[in-house]
T-cell receptor, first 109, second 114 residues
């Protein structure tokens, strides 16, 4: 079956760094997406990885290991506005997105 | 990225009625999708809206309950038919320009059924 696992909830402190992990098992693999979703809003695209390694975009970085079926989203210099849910989604062999349940990130002052 | 307008943004409906949700994009897009998101849950794909042909539904979703239209490359509608309280959810349209391209979402329709 197809499965995406990520922690349900994480708490971090303003100014700190947090890493949100995601493991996936899908029928084929065509890339891994991360989305941010603030409460009551639609998801917004953060990053896409299809090759192994780290992709950096400002305060956010995303890592992929295809051999391990593993990705993480790294958020640096955390700000209160980063409090949101972070959704991991794997693109399977049919180019269909398989979504994780999301990680709710709580930032404390 | 494309600007996606979804209407209505929210509605409260009576049991047994139907509601049509519209999704308008400001540019032509290859793919349009309809999702449902229960409170605190992740996204569940209802169907892929195909231009000029019948939508492709995911397991557990049927055309009679969720008829979808996509008359052109910039517009689609989702109808939630014969609604029951279990249909209370957020419904989201998303668009994609290619198979490995990110999907971008409309603001969603928050639907409550009494």
């Amino acid at each position: 079956g197809q499965n995406i696992d990520q922690p349900t909830e994480m708490t971090a402190t303003e100014g700190a760094i947090v890493q949100i992990n995601c493991t996936y098992q899908t029928s084929g693999f065509n890339g891994l997406f991360w989305y941010q979703q603030h409460a009551g809003e639609a998801p917004t695209f953060l990053s896409y990885n299809v090759l192994d390694g780290l992709e950096e975009k400002g305060r956010f970085s995303s890592f992929l290991s295809r051999s391990k079926g593993y990705s993480y989203l790294l958020l640096k210099e955390l700000q209160m506005k980063d409090s949101a849910s972070y959704l991991c989604a794997s693109l399977d062999s049919n180019y269909q997105l398989i979504w994780g349940a999301g990680t709710k990130l709580i930032i404390k002052p | 990225s494309a600007v996606i307008s979804q209407k209505p943004s929210r509605d409260i409906c009576q049991r047994g009625t139907s509601l049509t949700i519209q999704c308008q994009v400001d540019s032509q897009v290859t793919m349009m999708f309809w999702y449902r998101q229960q409170p605190g849950q992740s996204l569940t794909l209802i169907a892929t809206a195909n231009q000029g042909s019948e939508a492709t539904y995911e397991s557990g979703f049927v055309i009679d309950k969720f008829p979808i239209s996509r008359p052109n490359l910039t517009f689609s509608t989702l109808t939630v038919s014969n609604m029951s309280p279990e249909d209370s959810s957020i419904y989201l349209c998303s668009v994609g320009t290619g198979e490995s391209q990110p999907q971008h979402f409309g603001d969603g329709t928050r639907l409550s059924i009494l």
